[in-house]
T-cell receptor, first 115, second 112 residues
Framework: EPEVTQTPSHQVTQMGQEVILRCVPI?????FYWYRQILGQKVEFLVS????????KSEIFDDQFSVERPDGSNFTLKIRSTKLEDSAMYFC?????????????FGPGTRLTVT | QKEVEQNSGPLSVPEGAIASLNCTYS??????FFWYRQYSGKSPELIMS????GDKEDGRFTAQLNKASQYVSLLIRDSQPSDSATYLC????????????FGGGTRVLVKP
């Protein structure tokens, strides 16, 4: 069963540092997403990515954040100058996007702790 | 602000009973609807998707969709202790890159 993978599973960083979260989407999928979930809160959409460009981004996804597909398999989320409030679970998801219902499959997540 | 609303629970059901979960959404442009199961500290796991009005069954799970009422539900038959989790309702927004908007989840507790 193909699955989305994410590394690292847990990242601890100091405020002001940059982090890169990595994801390997399901191999034949074309649409990629990042979501985050602050402890005890809803899962929130950050950004969607298709054909090597951002297709949609939320208000949360400001200049502090960027995404990249550096090669044919990886999809990364970079957070610059981390803040305490960036502490959350970050989930990558992917979809083949070919026909409705456009199911999205989530990776296991990266727990980011900013101290 | 487009919203997805769920009762937070906990919904306590005895083992073997039917658990019934409800979700309402505000964006009439939503096209597809999903139920994810999330165990504590884990990622959302897709258990059901539904696109057309009516019922869709998959094993012990049945999803029901009523677009006119902007309502989607999930039935879990023969509930097992392993079904104890938070169930997240999500709707996609085709006009926004098919992003998912999530409800806050319903916590289900299945008691042996």
């Amino acid at each position: 069963e193909p699955e989305v993978t994410q590394t690292p599973s847990h990242q601890v960083t100091q405020m002001g540092q940059e982090v890169i979260l990595r994801c390997v989407p399901i191999s034949n999928h074309l649409y990629f997403y990042w979501y985050r979930q602050i402890l005890g809160q809803k899962v929130e959409f950050l950004v969607s990515f298709y054909n090597n460009e951002i297709s949609e981004k939320s208000e949360i996804f400001d200049d502090q954040f960027s995404v990249e597909r550096p090669d044919g398999s990886n999809f990364t989320l970079k957070i610059r100058s981390t803040k305490l409030e960036d502490s959350a679970m970050y989930f990558c998801a992917s979809s083949d996007g070919r026909s409705p219902p456009y199911e999205q499959y989530f990776g296991p997540g990266t727990r980011l702790t900013v101290t | 602000q487009k919203e997805v609303e769920q009762n937070s629970g906990p919904l306590s059901v005895p083992e073997g009973a039917i658990a019934s979960l409800n979700c309402t959404y505000s964006d009439r442009g939503s096209q597809s609807f999903f139920w994810y199961r999330q165990y504590s500290g884990k990622s959302p796991e897709l258990i059901m998707s539904i696109y057309s009005n009516g019922d869709k069954e998959d094993g012990r799970f049945t999803a029901q969709l009523n677009k006119a009422s902007q309502y989607v539900s999930l039935l879990i038959r023969d509930s097992q202790p392993s079904d104890s989790a938070t169930y997240l309702c999500a709707v996609n927004v085709p006009a926004a890159g098919n992003k998912l908007t999530f409800g806050g989840g319903t916590r289900v507790l299945v008691k042996p």
